[in-house]
Structures are given as structure tokens and as C-alpha cells.
């Protein structure tokens, strides 16, 4: 029932930056959590940061931890991922995903990553000179 949809991706130099949007639509409840995601061609989906309006505390995967920041909007009903300082291997399609169930990023049973049930279609970011 929750509708994402990403946008903001495109091609990109090394060291360049990018903001991701990903509108969201259909909560029926009042929290959530949306982590971005992101495939490399030819890779296995990654998480790459979380948030919740239910806490206060983000979530990084390790190799963007520092480069880029997740943010919310909630009068435009979207969470953004800022990316800078980009790298080649930050080329793939990036996602965002909801999870409403248990809200929080992570908690008892929950990482960051698990449980998400509502995808967009992604984005595509490609990284190269």
C-alpha cells in the first residue's frame, strides 16, 4: 500500500555529489522507516542508511559513512540521500524501501536492512569520469 518513488539519480564525476529523492505516499500509520538500498551491477543489494521519524538516530552503511546523509521532509512526505564525495563504486541502481511494521531502523528481531516490504523502482546513479 506505501507507493516510493525515486528520483534525482543520473551520471556523475568521481568526487561529484548527487541528492536522491524518494517520495512516499499511502502510510496509514504515523511512523515509518525508509532505508536506501542500492546494486551494483552484477552485486548483491546493499543497505545504505536509514531513517525513522520515530528516533532520532541515522543509520550508515560503513563505505558511505562520512560522504553521505540521509534526510527527511515530512511536509513533502520524502527522505532524501545526499551523496557526496562519490566513487566509481558507488554506481548502481539505488532504492528506498519502507517499513512500517516495526518502524523503528533497528530494534529487537530488526537490523536496519531487514524487513522492508515496499520498494520503489530506483534510481540509477552512475558514478565515472
Known amino acids: 500500500q506505501v507507493q516510493l518513488v525515486e528520483s534525482g539519480g543520473g551520471l556523475v564525476q568521481p568526487g561529484g555529489s548527487r541528492r536522491l529523492s524518494c517520495a512516499a505516499s499511502?502510510?496509514?500509520?504515523?511512523?515509518?522507516?525508509i532505508t536506501w538500498f542500492r546494486q551494483a551491477p552484477g552485486q548483491e543489494r546493499e543497505g545504505v542508511s536509514c531513517?525513522?521519524?520515530?528516533?532520532?538516530?541515522?543509520y550508515y552503511s560503513d563505505s558511505v559513512k562520512g560522504r553521505f546523509t540521509i534526510s527527511r521532509d515530512d511536509d513533502k512526505n520524502t527522505v532524501y540521500l545526499e551523496m557526496n564525495s562519490l566513487k566509481p563504486e558507488d554506481t548502481g541502481f539505488y532504492y528506498c524501501?519502507?517499513?512500517?511494521?516495526?518502524?523503528?531502523?533497528?530494534?529487537?528481531?530488526?537490523?536496519?536492512?531487514?524487513?522492508?516490504?515496499?520498494w520503489g523502482q530506483g534510481t540509477q546513479v552512475i558514478v565515472s569520469p
Open positions: 499511502g502510510f496509514t500509520g504515523n511512523y515509518y522507516a
Open positions: 524501501a519502507a517499513r512500517t511494521t516495526y518502524y523503528y531502523c533497528k530494534g529487537p528481531g530488526f537490523t536496519w536492512t531487514s524487513g522492508f516490504g515496499s
Open positions: 531513517i525513522s521519524n520515530a528516533e532520532p538516530t541515522t
